[in-house]
């Protein structure tokens, strides 16, 4: 898959389970925030279970969640590029 397309569709995951709120991506990504239990989350998310949140996105800012990904010290995010279908 290419990242060259600046509005491909994208997903980003968040495993809040292992998020330890280090907050390495806030910095990183603005749509990151602090919950108010003191963990990460997504704006914007679009589906969730009780351990992980996953929010979709087709913007020019799929960079910023992979730097947000590299930069978290515990490895709680994922990005990846959705395949057409």
Request: include cysteine; glycine fraction near 4%; charge should be negative.
């Amino acid at each position: 898959m290419s990242t060259e397309s600046a509005n491909a569709e994208y997903q980003v995951r968040l495993d809040r389970d292992r998020c330890e709120g280090i907050f390495a991506c806030l910095v990183r990504d603005d749509r990151f925030v602090e919950a108010g239990d003191g963990l990460a989350t997504i704006e914007g998310t679009d589906e969730s279970d009780d351990d992980t949140l996953t929010a979709t996105f087709a913007d020019d800012r799929f960079e910023d969640a992979r730097t947000a990904a590299r930069a978290c010290p515990v490895d709680a995010i994922e990005v990846r590029e959705v395949a057409d279908e």
